[in-house]
């Protein structure tokens, strides 16, 4: 995606296919670094072929799954040798080739300037079975067509070598800051994406949102793909019977503010299922989307401005007044893979978000009786 503008994966994503690893927007405030590309560097791009584009054209697969590279360059690409077989290593050099189901292809290409983010993040616990970080709004977890070397997951590969064995149990949106976990590979990783999947981690988010909440309720709307929507990785209301899968956020408040004149709440939420931006998509849909949020919180139209070239995320984001949306994973409370020993685990409220709401005394009523989760791999 170093065609055009720089770009985002939840932009990328919402023209192509969701869920996106991550999402938007850059909040860099503090130790902001951008690195351009080593001259000559050339980065591998894996895309494997789904059922639903079997029998694609070569050229018309990598064109739905990389929608910033026109049908004339990604034909130059093919035409140059950069594209292969990733089982065989077998060059693909023609463009009208079709794709077969299963079938996972490398794209070499250029390494883009990246956009800039904190290239840093906290260690809250470490032992031999046991990874807990604090990761920074901005930072995308997993590399993409903007990201290679600005993620996570290059970073911990930079400061703990190649086969430092840690994997991820879950993930954060781009823009989510605060509690990430990992295991060991096939080790306790395994152990711990269990739990999630069998509801035994519990998990607590803040939030800053638009308006005055002013009960603790319990939102139980069934999310699926967004009816009607030309972003293809938005979620919304849908019935079951429609594609639609159960969904429960608990919230309460905790504070009121005032951001830009109007009144906000910063709220506690608990996801009891773990759908795609469920607590975003929740809060939206109660008539509270979260301050700064990009997809949820604004009309779409802004959001296909950003996706389709029109202006910057951040031109956006300064328009919304924060460059980052306001989510918080607060704490996440898991037994120890290898111990069965409860912890739990905080992460500080940031202080960008302080600013506008500061943190109510004292920060945390305790986990015991949290939410059990089943958020395995939906970012929230």
Known sequence: MSDGPESDPEVDA?????????????????????????????????????AARAGLRLDRFIASRIVRLSRTRIQAIVGAGKVRCAESGRLLVRPSIRVRVG???????????????????????????????DKPAGL???????????????????????????????????????????????????????????????????????????????????LGPALGSAIRVKMGARALDDGGMVARTAIRPLAAGT????????????????????????????????????????DESAFLDVAEGRRTLDELGDELGLRRHALHALSLSLAHPASGERMTFRSAWPKELAAIVPAPAPELPGDEDGPRSDEEAAPT
């Open 140 to 222: 995308p977890v997993h590399p993409s067509a903007s990201y290679h070397r600005h993620t996570l997951t290059h970073l911990l590969r930079t400061r703990l070598g190649p086969g430092h064995g840690w994997e991820l149990a879950h993930r954060l949106d781009r823009e989510t800051s605060g509690v990430l976990v990992l295991g060991r590979r096939r080790g306790s990783g395994t152990v711990i994406k269990r739990a999630f999947l069998s509801r035994e981690v519990h998990k607590r988010y803040w939030a800053i949102v638009h308006g005055e909440v002013v009960a603790a309720q319990s939102i139980e709307i069934p």
């Open 14 to 50: 919402a023209l192509a296919e969701g869920p996106p690893e991550d999402d938007a927007a850059d909040d860099a405030d503090d130790a902001e670094v951008e690195v351009e590309a080593d001259v000559g560097e050339i980065i591998e791009i894996p895309l494997e072929v789904d």
């Open 259 to 298: 951001f830009r004149g109007a009144p906000v709440t910063l709220v506690e939420a608990l996801p009891y299922t773990g759908r795609q931006h469920q607590i975003r998509v929740h809060l939206a849909l109660i008539g509270h989307p979260v301050i700064g949020d990009k997809l949820y919180g604004v």
């Open 103 to 133: 079938q996972r292809l490398i794209i070499e290409r250029p390494a883009p300037r990246e956009p800039a983010v904190v290239l840093d993040y906290g260690v809250i616990f470490e032992d031999e079975h046991l990874l807990i970080l």
